[in-house]
């Protein structure tokens, strides 16, 4: 089973760019759908973007469409969130997941490994 962390949070303003990297270790990251959730204080966890195995088939959330890009390197075993544009309300807790069945899977429940989260804050 794969393992997952996460790498490249931290705090910027409004409009500025982040790129998120989740580090994936174990023999399964290539058979694995990707992707990217968050959590913001007092909120459920949401979907922002996911990724097929192939990285070929993606999804994103429409609070996210045109401003995030997720990508993957089978080779380094590493999926990337390139955000720009960023927004005060994209402040959250980010995670990454795999899956093992074919994707990319909007639902939290067809994931079934989660990093431990890196943080993400953007100020106005």
């Known amino acids: 089973q794969v393992q997952l962390v996460e790498s490249g949070g931290g705090l910027v303003q409004a409009g500025g760019s982040l790129r998120l990297s989740c580090a994936a270790s174990g023999r399964s990251f290539s058979t694995s759908a990707m992707g990217w959730f968050r959590q913001a204080p007092g909120k459920e966890r949401e979907f922002v973007v996911a990724?097929?195995?192939?990285?070929?088939?993606?999804k994103y959330a429409d609070s996210v469409k045109g401003r995030f890009t997720i990508s993957r390197d089978n080779v380094k075993n590493t999926v990337y969130l390139q955000m720009n544009s960023l927004k005060p309300e994209d402040t959250a807790v980010y995670y990454c997941?795999?899956?093992?069945?074919?994707?990319?899977?909007?639902?939290?429940?067809?994931?079934?490994?989660w990093g431990q989260g890196t943080q993400v804050t953007v100020s106005s």
């Open positions: 997941a795999a899956s093992p069945r074919f994707g990319p899977w909007s639902s939290a429940s067809e994931y079934n490994t």
């Open positions: 990724i097929s195995q192939s990285g070929g088939s993606t």
